[in-house]
């Protein structure tokens, strides 16, 4: 099947101000300028298909935002070639936008003055759809989230989880093939995250809507993606199912073990056993980093267990924050 | 899919602009002051008026009354711009904090989504006073009063009324290139204090400027000419419509321009 | 710790500048915008006079009207902080909050802030047209003592005018909408200031009751000292001594409006 998004060579170019510092400098840029050229985004290829929850990461200035704007046809590229459902976004605004949804965690697109619904009226009348969608739709957001508190309550009067909540049905209101979500769960308490994952979820299973995702959020990945794209300084770093993302460094696993006796010395005598591992201690476990290539976590284990009482212990995944961190940092 | 037509504009505009309202109505309080604000600026505006002729009985040949229905008509056609364009002036702002781009991403015209935001009828006040000066004016003129005369001024009020719009519109636009734009807009909305004075009062050089570089000439003075002096209408007062829809147009054209671009910049 | 506090507000000042620099074009605009501004005060004031047909009414003629105004309208372009649009913006969009939680009492804090903008106002825009009205007119602006009294004269009429802003601006608390209140306050305050037209120009009953109103203090009163032809120390100690009361007066009553309001709202739960 042809994918909904198809990106090739994507290239975006800015011209910015080099600005100098101090009282001086601004003197001097009040007579001349000095601009130098800045690659945002710089030959990103990739392909997204129908229904799919796509993870789009990245340090703050990746790039991120960029992408997306010339996804959504704000942006024209510098060079490369960007096609959504067929069409060139930036040639056909107005045609790509009756496609797709956008949310902002931060800025709310609903009418600030006007009661939830009005907004909804007004969304129907600008995407015109039709009544009997209109309705279903409605009822469907009742059915996964109790929305008839809120429908005659005016956006400005709402918490920051509700506005974002209703900001995220808005944005699905018109059945939308794509739906580009920036931060959605941004400043929202735990409750309200997962309300929102949930939601989220539910609407790409129901709709077969397609989702990218930009977050910093590692629980929102965890909970909804499936594939992420790892972007930085403008370049693709990693495009891949989110399992293999734990394999990139090794398949590692940390085992913490209490021990009776002196933890300290235990942990060294644990280091001569296992010299290829790394292992530390606290006050409470021992930690040793396993590198399952190398030897399984069981196998070291009962090794352990033949040498010196274990009390307890417990086994830690990597997480993916950690994975996602070390990718950053390792430019 | 089909081009959006005006009924389509006109059913979100009149959805938007009752909600504006009803949800106006119910902050009494900004209600109220808003509305005592725009009387009080009338009033003071009208005193000033007042003022200059309790000392000077006629400026370049224009008398009182007539000078007055400038004053009306001024005030008539830049009325509209206060009512329907008003979030021009929160334009800068929403640049500045990357608000704007929220509202790139709707399948409808750019700039009208834009304008259609915001409604304020406080302006509604400046019209009531615009129209009731407006008569008077041309009751004390005993000016003739036909259905061709009430035409002629409806037509010309509302393409006259374009050009006020047309100068926020370029002046709000700059901000899409310059950072401190609110002086130009402040400026621009300035000049509509000079627009109620006879344009014959400046050099020829300042003319040709008021008349097709800020053409202020065209809010109150070549069509009320048409009104006030039909005896000598000049060739601009007839083609006063058409310069009116034209600069509307070319400010809509900047404006969008202006969006465009700005959407180049990274956030 | 008095030194300290200073270093502090001179900060704010600095910062000022180097932001309100930054804006080139800005200050372009804004010269630009005043020159033209002052060629239709020329023209129509030209006319006026031309068509009265005497050379003098009320006692000033079409050069000294034309002098006052275009003083007049340089110390507005350089008085006029914009700080009421600054109030009503944070107070919609929630920051206000934040700056009153600042160290600094917010009425201080904002005046500082602008008050880089506020130099650079008299040195761009005052400064220049002062220097071309002396030099153009040779002798309309008396050069002596007087000077020194107009420099103290125009501070006053700065925390006068700041004074005003602040009040029109805590209106913002509550309302929603800043422009019909700022419109109205421009208006108003260049009308009964004398900016647009002279005071002496006024009718009877309405001269006398504008100079019991604080707004002549603000432009008119630096004006009157500046390019009055035979000042007198008596005189001129009487209006600066007049200032000096609306400055206490206005300090005191908005400083009170703006902590009521405060109040109000907060407890209304804003």
Redesign the interface.
């Known amino acids: 099947m042809e994918p909904v998004i198809k990106i090739r060579d994507l290239t975006k170019e800015f011209k910015v101000l080099n ?1 100098r510092e ?2 001086k400098g ?2 001097m ?2 007579f001349s300028r000095d601009y130098k050229t800045v690659r945002a985004v710089d030959h990103i290829s990739m392909d997204v298909e129908e229904g799919e929850i796509v993870g789009y990461l990245g340090p703050n200035g990746a790039g991120k935002s960029t992408t997306i704007k010339m996804m959504t046809g704000v942006l024209q590229p510098s060079s490369g070639e960007i096609l959504v459902g067929g069409t060139i976004p930036y040639k056909n605004r107005s045609r790509n936008a009756q496609g797709i949804g956008v949310v902002f965690g931060q800025r709310s697109q609903l009418w600030w003055a006007l009661p939830l619904i009005e907004s909804f009226r007004l969304l129907k009348d600008i995407y015109q759809i039709p009544d009997e969608k209109y309705n279903e739709m409605l009822e469907l957001y009742q059915s996964l989230v109790n929305i008839k508190p809120l429908l005659h309550k005016p956006v400005r009067q709402m918490s920051l989880g509700q506005r974002t909540l209703s900001d995220i049905l808005a944005a699905f209101l018109h059945d939308p093939k794509i739906v580009y979500l920036d931060e959605p769960t941004i400043g929202l308490d735990v409750s309200m995250k997962s309300k929102i994952r949930t939601l989220i979820q539910a609407l790409n299973e129901k709709k077969h809507t397609t989702v990218i995702l930009t977050t910093h959020d590692m629980g929102d990945v965890d909970a909804l993606c499936r594939r992420i794209v790892i972007i930085d300084h403008g370049k693709l770093l990693y495009d891949d199912d989110i399992s293999n993302l734990k394999t990139l460094f090794g398949s590692y696993r940390t085992l913490k073990i209490r021990t009776g006796g002196d933890l300290a010395s235990k942990a060294r005598e644990i280091e001569k056993m296992f010299p290829e591992f790394a292992v530390k201690d606290d006050e409470e476990w021992i930690s040793v980093l396993v590198d399952e290539e190398r030897a399984k976590v069981m196998k070291v284990l009962h090794e352990l267990e033949e040498t010196m009482t274990i009390k307890d212990m417990q086994l830690e995944e990597i997480a993916t924050e950690d994975v996602i961190r070390k990718i950053y940092e390792r430019k | 899919m089909e081009r959006k037509t005006i009924a389509f504009y006109w059913k979100i505009y009149r959805r938007i602009m009752i909600q504006d309202i009803k949800s ?1 109505m119910s ?1 009494r ?2 209600f109220i ?2 509305t005592f ?2 009387v ?2 009338n009033i ?2 009208f ?2 008026f007042w ?2 002729f ?8 224009w008398g009182y009354y007539e000078m007055l229905f400038l004053y009306g008509f001024s005030l008539i056609s830049i009325t509209p711009v206060q009512c329907l364009f ?1 979030n021009n ?1 929160s334009l800068r ?1 929403n640049v500045y904090s990357g608000d704007f781009i929220k509202y790139c991403f709707r399948p409808i015209n750019l700039f009208f989504y834009y304008q259609s935001e915001i409604f ?1 009828v ?1 302006g509604l006040g400046q019209l009531f006073f615009g129209i009731g000066t407006l008569i008077y004016a041309w009751y004390k003129l005993s000016l003739p009063v036909t259905l061709l005369a009430v035409c002629k001024t409806v037509v010309f009020l509302t393409t006259a009324s374009l050009i006020m719009i047309s100068m926020q519109n370029a002046a709000a636009a700059t901000c899409f ?8 807009l402040d ?1 621009a909305f ?1 000049f509509k204090d ?1 627009a109620k ?1 006879p344009m ?4 020829p050089v ?1 003319r040709f400027i008021f008349t097709f570089l ?1 053409p202020i000439a065209f809010i109150a003075y070549y069509p009320s000419l048409v009104i006030l002096r039909p005896g000598e209408v000049p060739l601009l007062s007839w083609l006063s419509p058409f310069i009116g829809c034209l600069f509307f147009w070319l400010s809509y054209k900047l404006w969008m321009f202006g969006a465009m671009n700005y959407s180049g910049t990274g956030s | 710790m008095k030194t300290l506090n200073l270093k502090k507000y001179l900060t704010l000042t ?1 910062m000022g ?2 932001e ?8 372009f ?2 010269i630009i ?1 005043n020159l ?2 002052l ?2 005060v020329y ?2 004031w ?3 006079f ?3 047909g005497t050379d003098r ?2 006692g000033m003629t079409f050069y000294d009207t034309l002098v006052y105004l275009v003083l007049a309208t340089a110390l507005y372009g350089f008085m006029e902080m ?1 700080t009421v ?1 600054e109030i009503g ?1 944070n107070i919609q969009s929630g920051k206000i909050v934040l700056d009153l939680l600042k160290p600094i009492k917010y009425k201080s804090y904002l005046f500082w802030s602008y008050s880089g903008e506020l130099l650079r106002n008299f040195i761009c825009v005052f400064l220049p047209t002062f220097l071309v009205v002396c030099i153009v007119t040779h002798g309309a602006v008396p050069l002596g003592i007087n000077l020194l009294f107009f420099i103290v004269s125009v501070i006053m009429g700065v925390i006068i005018s700041y004074n005003i802003d602040y009040i029109v601006g805590t ?1 913002c608390l ?4 800043i ?3 700022n ?2 306050r421009q ?2 305050v260049l ?2 200031s004398g900016a ?2 002279p005071i002496a ?3 009877e009953p ?1 001269k006398s009751a504008v100079f019991f109103l604080p707004f002549q203090a603000v432009y008119n009163t630096p004006l009157m000292i500046l390019l009055d032809p035979a000042p007198s120390l008596q005189t001129t100690g009487r209006m600066l001594a007049l200032q000096l009361i609306w400055c206490l007066v206005m300090t005191v009553v908005s400083n009170l409006f703006w902590r009521v309001s405060l109040r109000q709202i907060t407890v209304n739960g804003g």
Do not use: C
Request: glycine content about 6%; cysteine-free; charged content about 10%.
């Open positions: 600005h101090g009282l601004s003197m840029d009040l | 106006k902050y309080a900004d002051i808003s604000g725009m009080a600026t003071a505006g005193i000033s003022i200059l309790q000392n000077f009985p006629s400026v370049n040949g008003d002036w702002i304020d406080k290139w310059i950072q401190n734009s609110f002086f130009v400026l300035r000079y004075y014959t009062i400046f050099s300042f800020i | 600095r500048i180097i309100s620099l930054q804006f080139r074009i800005g200050t605009v804004m915008g033209l501004y060629t239709l023209f129509l030209k006319a006026i031309a068509s009265s009414v009320n914009y649009w913006r209106i509550f309302t929603e909408s422009w019909g209140i419109i109205m208006v108003i009308l009964l647009t037209i120009f006024f009718p309405f």
